[in-house]
């Protein structure tokens, strides 16, 4: 496989990975590119502004039910807190980098690509996102899950990536209920290991929708880019859990997504009309988590 191409270095066994939601390793050849450079990421900061800026410390336990209320840091002056990361013990994550045209069109260039590479058809992928995590030595990403498809590729420093498991579907669905209500998706206990991947730069991984992980820093300055996407897989489950929270609060107990399949659909149908009505007022929603 070539890797002097930026995407994933996938073949077409990854589609398999993508059907049933597997953890995949991969090689990319997105490292050295001078649009991830530190100075090119604090200005991209800049560029975004504060309110696409999540900060945090370093050092955080691995398990933090609070959604980070009680390590976040001040965007103060968001270049300069970038660019002094090998010493400030911070963690940043820029969100939906997409909003800036360069950047939109590279997250097209590295899904289309590793598209390409699997034998995916790329009008498949919607609501293409982009986020930049740039954290000091030490720094710890809390056990989360996104419900977006993830590509992380490490662009500068060695982490180690956890992939754990719910232990039911009782504690899946608990930890659904608090995404949706302001959790982020991170989780409240420490889920069992199942496997662990070293990433260093040219390394990346595709994390699944609803699987639970974690990061932990090697003794340098961490950077790194993920792109997620939806398809029709995580892009349904995740209407009809949104649809299910709005009717819990009308004091309706929903049936789980999957197990009244028709009842699915028309709760999709439901929130495609209502989420195209509600972004002409609001905006996209984002996420920020990975
Ligand atoms: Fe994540």
Known sequence: MNTNTPWPAVDQSFLADLATRTPAPFTHGLSGDPRFSLDAIARLGDE???ESISAEQASKPLVSADAGAATALEVVAVSDQIRALAANDSWFTLLNIEQSEPYRELVDQLLEGMAANAGLDPRTMRRRMGFVF?????SVTSAHFDIEHSFLLQLEGHRK???????????????VHRYWNGSYGRLDTMPEQVAEFDLAPGLGAYIPPYHPHWLSNGDSTSLSLTVT???????????????NE??????IDPSVYGDAPRRDRAKVAFMRVYGAAKSRITGPETSASH
């Open 48 to 50: 975004l502004g504060a």
């Open 134 to 138: 740039a954290s000091s030595p030490g």
């Open 161 to 175: 990536l956890g992939f754990g498991k719910f232990a039911d579907r009782e504690q899946r669905e608990r930890e």
């Open 229 to 243: 996407f939806f398809d029709r897989s995580n892009g349904d489950e995740s209407m009809v859990q949104a649809f």
């Open 246 to 251: 709005k009717i819990r609060r009308l004091g």
